[in-house]
């Protein structure tokens, strides 16, 4: 009898083993997915607030030149301009320069922007996940809107939509063609995704040596910034508009 007991007291004491053993195990691995789906979340996340807070460039900028006058203020500048388009691989193709010039030395950058819903950009939609940024012309501070150059081509279209510069994307051609009715009609951009539709001019006061960019941020708006410290770029830039002699600023265009 005493030995049955015992063997009763075994089997219950590794019952007890095996069940707190299993017990031990499933809490392991349910805790190990808890985290590893904390993770996924956290990355998630993090990606989201990146495609909301990221930007691309979308042109460049570099002082040329400047004049100054008895008082030595600067009375003109000249400008160089490069925009980039997107090649086949995605990556940033630079376009060729133009070269502008303009009195004082405050340059505005005026463009159509249009940006859409943060649902889209949160996704990172292969079409609508970055706003969208079309530049029509460079004005100085001195002088109207309207007596600045065309940053368009010479057939009114924005220049990374010209076929010379690769295949132009058929969704922001689109755009490109009903801008006036999207500005004027915002229920119409709705029906696109989009949430503002709207012309914006920014401007900051250049000088040589320095680099300029101008960004499109994802979730809307430009950005006109200058990069710190002196610039390789700008050497490399001034070369090549030195050596190309048919740099011209376009006459303004005043409607795409």
């Given at each position: 009898?005493q030995?049955?007991?015992?063997?009763?007291?075994a089997?219950?004491?590794?019952?007890?083993?095996?069940?707190?053993?299993?017990?031990?195990?499933q809490?392991?691995?349910?805790?190990?997915?808890?985290?590893?789906?904390?993770?996924?979340?956290?990355?998630e996340?993090?990606?989201?607030?990146?495609?909301?807070?990221?930007?691309?460039?979308?042109?460049e900028?570099i002082?040329?030149?400047?004049?100054?006058?008895s008082?030595?203020?600067v009375?003109?500048?000249?400008l160089?301009?490069?925009e980039?388009?997107?090649?086949?691989?995605?990556?940033?193709?630079?376009?060729?320069?133009?070269?502008f010039?303009?009195?004082?030395?405050?340059p505005?950058?005026d463009a159509?922007?249009?940006?859409?819903?943060?649902?889209?950009?949160?996704?990172?939609?292969?079409?609508?996940?970055?706003?969208?940024?079309?530049?029509?012309?460079?004005?100085?501070?001195?002088?109207?809107?309207?007596?600045?150059?065309?940053?368009?081509?010479?057939?009114?279209?924005?220049?990374?939509l010209?076929h010379?510069?690769?295949?132009?994307?058929?969704?922001?051609?689109?755009?490109?063609?009903?801008?006036?009715?999207?500005?004027?009609?915002?229920h119409?951009?709705?029906?696109?995704?989009?949430s503002?539709v709207?012309?914006?001019?920014?401007y900051?006061?250049?000088?040589?040596?320095k680099?300029?960019?101008?960004?499109?941020?994802?979730?809307?708006g430009?950005?006109?910034?200058?990069?710190p410290?002196?610039?390789?770029?700008?050497?490399?830039?001034?070369?090549?508009?030195?050596?190309?002699?048919?740099?011209?600023?376009?006459?303004?265009?005043?409607?795409?």
């Amino acid at each position: 009898m005493q030995r049955f007991f015992k063997m009763v007291i075994a089997v219950v004491i590794l019952a007890t083993i095996g069940s707190l053993a299993i017990n031990i195990t499933q809490h392991y691995f349910a805790r190990r997915n808890e985290i590893l789906r904390l993770k996924r979340q956290r990355d998630e996340l993090r990606q989201i607030v990146h495609r909301l807070t990221g930007r691309t460039r979308r042109a460049e900028l570099i002082v040329d030149g400047q004049v100054r006058g008895s008082d030595n203020k600067v009375v003109q500048t000249t400008l160089l301009w490069q925009e980039f388009t997107v090649g086949p691989s995605g990556r940033q193709i630079p376009m060729p320069l133009q070269k502008f010039t303009i009195p004082g030395d405050t340059p505005y950058i005026d463009a159509l922007v249009l940006q859409f819903s943060d649902k889209y950009v949160e996704k990172g939609d292969v079409l609508r996940g970055k706003s969208i940024a079309f530049f029509r012309r460079i004005f100085s501070s001195r002088e109207a809107p309207d007596q600045g150059a065309s940053l368009l081509s010479k057939h009114g279209i924005p220049r990374v939509l010209e076929h010379r510069y690769g295949q132009p994307n058929k969704f922001l051609t689109g755009l490109w063609r009903n801008i006036w009715p999207l500005l004027k009609h915002p229920h119409l951009g709705k029906k696109m995704g989009l949430s503002v539709v709207q012309g914006e001019a920014h401007y900051r006061p250049v000088r040589p040596g320095k680099l300029y960019v101008i960004y499109v941020r994802n979730d809307g708006g430009l950005e006109f910034t200058e990069q710190p410290g002196e610039s390789d770029l700008v050497k490399r830039l001034a070369k090549e508009a030195s050596e190309d002699r048919s740099l011209v600023a376009q006459p303004t265009t005043t409607s795409p």
